[in-house]
């Protein structure tokens, strides 16, 4: 008795603070969120109109991009031909100065500032270092790791983040961010245990529908840190979640849970996020077409679920839409 009543009150909670967040619908239409604008080299921001935005608190920049690449072409390099690596250098190093150029108009203009690693095949541990050279965090910047599938053909193996995970915190004494979308986030979420490292990084989710109601992927995750919501995957010429003025429908727009002054209490992060015991989860099922969660009434009914449940599902949804 005394069990069920503890493992309820528990329950109880999380689905009172973290879950409610994580199911917002829209949540970048309330003007009390912050927003939070990342880039890559190819987007042109009209930084006079974009700091004229009140909401924008913080600034995510694209950095290093897999290995660093090969300044002596004579040297064994990834270009086609010496000419092809010649203009890979080039653009490598109009894409740092342009970052370092960001970075300083952002704090100018006192915005939040962070940086990203675009994680590919490779050693991860000489990406790691590629990612601090290159953006050269301060103390108070976001660093981020950013895993855009999980195909490891094209981009970082899941095993090898891990690597690289340790490696940044060995080096800066903090753990970076975690960016990707709902199926790497619900793959990681569900083999927590194989991944011990990344289920507990904070996350920033990208998905460009405007609810995520029973479809946030969690295991340790009880919400975002940051949401993607806007891109060109879903903004174009006539419709768009949200334009920001001095940018192109291009670019990124996220969202966060909180407001500007809040967020940057916790904006660069640096720890990792607590295990949550799965028998909370396992309390809450998910059904319905968007996966909504309900709970057993009876808490005996409850437990019951909860020990004849595999110890492999560890994510409260792990359905896909």
């Known amino acids: 008795m005394f069990k069920s009543t503890v493992i309820a009150f528990a329950l109880a909670a999380i689905l009172g603070a973290g879950i409610s967040h994580a199911a917002d619908n829209e949540p970048w239409t309330k003007a009390e969120t912050a927003l939070v604008i990342d880039a890559y080299e190819l987007n042109t921001i009209e930084w006079d109109k974009l700091v004229a935005n009140k909401r924008v608190a913080g600034f995510v920049s694209k950095a290093s991009d897999g290995l660093p690449e090969v300044y ?32 300083m ?49 094209q981009f970082m193996s899941l095993a090898d983040a891990e690597i690289f995970i340790g490696h940044i915190k060995a080096r800066t004494g903090r753990y970076p961010v975690l960016y990707t979308n709902h199926d790497t986030a619900r793959y990681i ?52 979640p949200m334009r920001i003025d001095g940018t192109g429908y291009d670019i990124d727009v996220n969202t966060v849970p909180m407001t500007k002054v809040e967020l940057a209490t916790i ?45 492999v599902l560890t994510a409260l949804n792990y359905q896909d839409f």
């Open 267 to 311: 904006w660069k992060q640096g720890a990792l996020l607590p295990v949550r015991p799965p028998e909370l989860q396992y309390l809450v099922r998910a059904t319905g077409t968007l996966g909504t969660s309900t709970m057993p009434q009876n808490h005996a009914i409850a437990e019951a679920s909860v020990r004849k449940r595999q110890p």
């Open 105 to 153: 108009l952002a704090k100018a203009n006192g915005l939040l500032w962070g940086a990203y690693h675009l994680a590919r095949p490779g050693n991860p541990v000489d990406q790691a270092n590629h990612f601090l050279d290159y953006a050269a965090p301060g103390e108070d910047d976001l660093m981020v790791l950013d895993l855009e599938s999980l195909d490891d053909k």
């Open 189 to 240: 979420a569900t083999r927590r245990d194989q991944y011990a490292l990344l289920s507990r990084l904070p996350l920033w989710y990208a998905r460009y529908k405007p609810e995520i109601k029973g479809v946030f992927p969690m295991g340790n995750w009880t919400n975002y840190m940051m949401w993607q919501f806007s891109s060109a995957t879903n903004c174009g010429k006539k419709t768009c």
């Open 72 to 103: 002596d072409c004579s040297r064994p390099h990834k270009g086609d031909t010496v000419n092809h690596c010649k203009t890979m250098w080039r653009k490598y190093a109009v894409s740092r100065e342009l970052h370092q150029t960001r970075r």
